[in-house]
């Protein structure tokens, strides 16, 4: 007999990455690990993560306190991921990102005032975790008919979601009865649909084009495998559903000259799966091979189509974007009344990191620094930015540069330094075309101004307010060199969040300032100012800054901050810096910084090579990226960067090693930062080339520049004065 295996068939990517988040843990944290519900339905691999340690609970009251938590692919409700707060179960969130965008969906819909009807099967462990996601309940449906018996308040104001397992085939009927009684309802771009369950119902007809017999291995609670039993059969194929090889039944194969199997992929390792044993299926009703019959013929697999391609190409980007969605997203109560970044831009972020990843990129921007002036109203000691003569001060990027460095860059990030952009008369215009270019905009400002300002924006979740604040008020007033300024940043801060506006606080440390008083810092911020978030990070020694014995050089960095993070164990600081690199300051990662992450464009030009070091400027951020000598900079490479451990240099990296080791984000997340204990090796300093000064020489330049063309501007003017006179 000739057996024909479905194309595409094998573990979609959320279901690969939920089996994966329950080995991983059971390796990182040991058994027992608690997971609610199945993490997947079918029997084989679910019996083999119990033997491995795993323990599968309905409900979260069965979990002892303290215990590792798993939440399943399907997702959970928000009461659920309450009730785990609540008890202090340390959670990993495995729900597939698909289910976490429907969601999202309904949320939003849900805020825009509409009524929302979900497409699904009512007691499913989705539905039930997206209805528990929606404050005003949901109409769940499954058929044309109970689509006619719905009854609705506004009939304008409606709004559907799906089930992600259902394909599209599966929701067609109803989605047509939806819009035929609410011409105006709302749903989901059939662009974002998981294809995975379409795919594979799609795979099975096809199959029952060339065979006379289907097996479909998967298990009898799931509804996916199923409905491909059940498609089977609509096509006019005997088709069987079965757990392994012991459910088969040898008078199927009477007469039967080719079978269909759709096969899913095998996972040997993880089920032991191996010649004449069966390897798992998955939820969407898979198949495994269920042993091969000692007298089968040639096994081929059916014709592979650009579809399947895709899907395999898609699978593998869906993953990677997991791993990092897994990551970034703990679900407790008090995160999600208070998120430190919005989730849209944790989601719209790392899929532009793996976009880059999935092209082959190795430099990539990922925060645009973009200076529009130099000018401050502070004069602060510890500053280097600002110590420029009168003409360059007064220089400004135009609202034109201003967005074509955006547009040119490409970062999904645009942070607005200075100098003090409040000054800048065009900043409202700035900042609204960024935004309208869907950027996330950090704007960082002292605060002196931004009470007198706030009316130039609007409050969005694309703009947050980077007050800098460098400690309470002695500290801070202090640090800037004018008495008062800590109570009118923090007035400003009150007055921005009561209108609604996104906050952060943006905190330089330097020598000698005490733990215990960052740390009363932090609370400050996080109880009593209510700010979003808290942006940490060590000042940079700036050969040009007035005061350079403040500085911390790296060992005292690392000691310094093992020191508030041991204060501030158990505290919900928020901070809007990643675990890894938080726990890069603590002294237990070893980083390089990567200065394109965050490159800077200001009056000069393009910057080399990062925001805090200026050694030369292109015209364009192409030739920022082609021609900056790369390898020459960063700690160990080059005198000046000996010492730094800033934000800019090195969040980058962070970023770039929770997306490659998501494992090692996830136990600093869950675990804490290790504030005892040996440190990462420090790099070695013994080779790094020694400091160019030319600072001096770039700003002589630029004043010749600035010069000629003022000369050239008054020639013009001046020109344009003169009479015309009439020759003989």
């Known amino acids: ?110 805020g825009e005032g509409r009524e929302i009807i979900l497409i699904g099967h009512d007691g499913h462990p989705e539905v039930e975790g997206t209805s528990g996601r929606v404050k005003n309940g949901v109409h769940i449906v499954a058929t044309p008919a109970d689509v006619a018996g719905l009854e609705v308040a506004n009939p304008d104001k409606v709004a559907y979601v799906t089930q992600t397992t259902l394909s599209v085939d599966d929701t067609r009927d109803v989605i047509d009865a939806l819009t035929s009684r609410f011409p105006s309802i709302s749903g989901p771009d059939v662009k974002d649909i998981c294809y995975a369950t379409q795919n594979r119902q799609a795979s099975v007809r096809k199959l029952a084009e060339e065979v006379e017999l289907i097996l479909v291995v998967g298990a009898r609670n799931s509804s996916n495998s199923n409905r491909l039993r059940e498609i089977g059969e609509e096509m006019g194929v005997p088709t069987h559903l079965i757990d392994d090889a012991r459910d088969l039944d040898p008078t199927w194969f009477d007469g039967v000259r080719r079978g269909g199997r759709d096969r899913r992929r095998v996972r040997a390792r993880r089920t032991g799966a191996g010649p004449g044993r069966p390897a798992a299926g998955d939820q969407h009703g898979g198949a495994s091979d269920p042993g091969r019959d000692p007298g089968a013929g040639a096994v081929q697999t059916a014709g592979r189509t650009g579809r399947g391609q895709r899907q395999r190409q898609g699978a593998e980007a869906c993953r990677r974007c997991a791993r990092w969605l897994s990551v970034l997203r703990r679900h407790d109560a008090h995160e999600r009344s208070a998120m430190s970044v919005p989730l849209i831009q944790k989601v719209r972020v790392g899929a532009y990191i793996v976009s880059k990843k999935l092209r082959g990129e190795k430099r990539y921007p990922l925060v645009l620094m973009l200076e529009p002036l130099f000018r401050c109203n502070l004069a602060c000691p510890g500053c280097g930015k600002i110590d420029y003569p009168p003409e360059i001060l007064n220089q400004r990027l135009s609202v034109d540069e201003c967005l074509q460095s955006v547009d040119e860059c490409g970062a999904p990030m645009v942070s607005i330094p200075g100098g003090e952009p409040l000054i800048h008369p065009e900043i409202g215009e700035i900042v609204a075309g960024i935004i309208a270019r869907k950027k996330f905009v ?154 394109w992450g965050n490159p800077t464009r200001n009056v000069f030009g393009w910057q080399k090579p990062c925001y805090l070091i200026g050694e030369g400027y292109t015209g364009s951020f192409r030739a920022l990226m082609e021609e900056t000598d790369w390898d020459s900079y960063g700690t160990g490479r080059y005198e000046k960067c000996a010492d730094c451990m800033v934000h800019c240099g090195y969040e980058p990296t962070a970023a770039e090693h929770s997306l490659s080791r998501p494992w090692a984000a996830l136990m600093v997340k869950l675990r804490g930062i290790r504030t005892t204990g040996p440190m990462a090796p420090e790099i070695d300093l013994s080779q790094a080339r020694p400091a160019e000064y030319i600072f001096d020489r770039h700003v002589q330049e630029k004043l010749r520049d600035i010069r000629l063309a003022e000369e050239a501007a008054s020639q013009t003017q001046e020109k344009g004065r003169r009479p015309a006179t009439n020759a003989a």
């Open 442 to 595: 950090y704007l960082c400002t002292n605060a002196l101004l931004l009470k007198k300002k706030l009316d130039l924006f609007t409050p969005t979740k694309y703009l947050t307010f980077s007050v800098h604040l460098d400690g309470l008020e002695e500290e801070h007033d202090h640090a800037v060199d004018q008495p008062g300024t800590f109570k009118r940043a923090v007035a400003a801060i009150k007055e921005a969040r009561r209108r609604g506006f996104r906050v952060n606080v943006n905190a330089t440390v330097f020598d000698g300032h005490p733990a215990e008083r960052l740390a009363a810092f932090f609370d400050f911020v996080t109880d009593e100012l209510g700010a979003d978030a808290i942006t940490v990070s060590p000042g940079y020694s700036y050969e040009r800054a007035p005061d350079q014995q403040h500085f911390l050089n790296r060992s005292k960095t690392k000691e310094l901050f093992r020191e508030i993070f041991a204060l501030g164990a158990g505290k919900k600081w928020r901070f809007s810096q990643s675990s890894l690199f938080l726990d890069f300051l603590a002294g237990n990662q070893s980083f390089q910084c990567t200065p």
């Open 1 to 110: 007999m000739q057996v024909i295996l479905a194309e595409p068939r094998g573990f979609c990517a959320g279901v690969e990455r939920a089996i994966e988040i329950v080995e991983r843990a059971l390796e990182v944290f040991g058994p027992p690990v608690y997971v609610r519900h199945e993490i997947v339905h079918n029997k084989r691999v679910v019996d083999d993560l119990r033997k491995k340690g795993a323990v599968f609970v309905e409900e979260i009251d069965e979990v002892p306190e303290g215990a590792v938590t798993i939440f399943s692919a399907h997702g959970v409700s928000e009461k659920v991921e309450s009730e785990a707060g609540r008890r202090n179960l340390p959670v990993i969130d495995a729900t597939c990102p698909l289910v976490a965008k429907v969601h999202i969906e309904a949320r939003r819909y849900e």
